[in-house]
């Protein structure tokens, strides 16, 4: 079954909105296979984001996953990769479908809730990024 990394971002647990999340991700027929708090470092934070590096939100995008803690899941459903950005909605929450979690939940592009993997190649990347071999077994 095909598996993605999904990132409930530092916005969502702030805001309190964990639980509004989750049950969208369950009500879409994703299965939570794997999911924990972690409160990313500076250096995680650009790692998991290099291919952004040099661009001009990048320095914002570094303060925001870093300010407080984020939740982070692997989740598991047919084409689950783009089933998940479908969930998600686009980028900028204002040119997300209604019924997306960014267009529904997200206050701007900068803080939009939720990440999802673009590809099959960057989940099983982003998914050891957070989870150990012994975590994933
Ligand atoms: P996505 O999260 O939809 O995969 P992305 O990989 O292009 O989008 O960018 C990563 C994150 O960086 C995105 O969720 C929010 C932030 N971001 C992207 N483009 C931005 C911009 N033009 N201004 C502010 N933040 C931006
Ligand atoms: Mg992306």
Avoid at 2 to 9: D, H
Avoid at 71 to 98: D, H
Avoid at 127 to 134: T, V
Wanted: with cysteine; net charge neutral; aromatic share 8%.
């Amino acid at each position: 079954m095909e598996r993605t990394l999904a990132i409930l971002k530092p916005d969502c647990v702030q805001r309190n909105l964990i639980g509004k999340v989750i049950d969208r991700i369950e009500s879409a027929g994703f299965k939570i296979v794997r999911m924990k708090m972690v409160h990313l470092t500076r250096a995680m934070a650009e790692g998991f984001y290099e291919v952004h590096n040099g661009k001009p939100f990048f320095a914002e995008l570094v303060n925001f996953m870093t300010e407080t803690p984020c939740v982070v899941a692997v989740l598991e459903k047919n084409n689950c990769v783009e089933a998940w950005r479908k969930t998600m909605g686009a980028t900028n929450p204002q040119n997300a479908e209604p019924g997306t979690i960014r267009r529904d939940l997200a206050e701007n592009m900068g803080r939009n809730i939720v990440h999802g993997s673009d590809s099959t190649e960057n989940a099983e990347r982003e998914i050891d990024f957070f989870f150990s071999r012994s975590e994933l077994l």
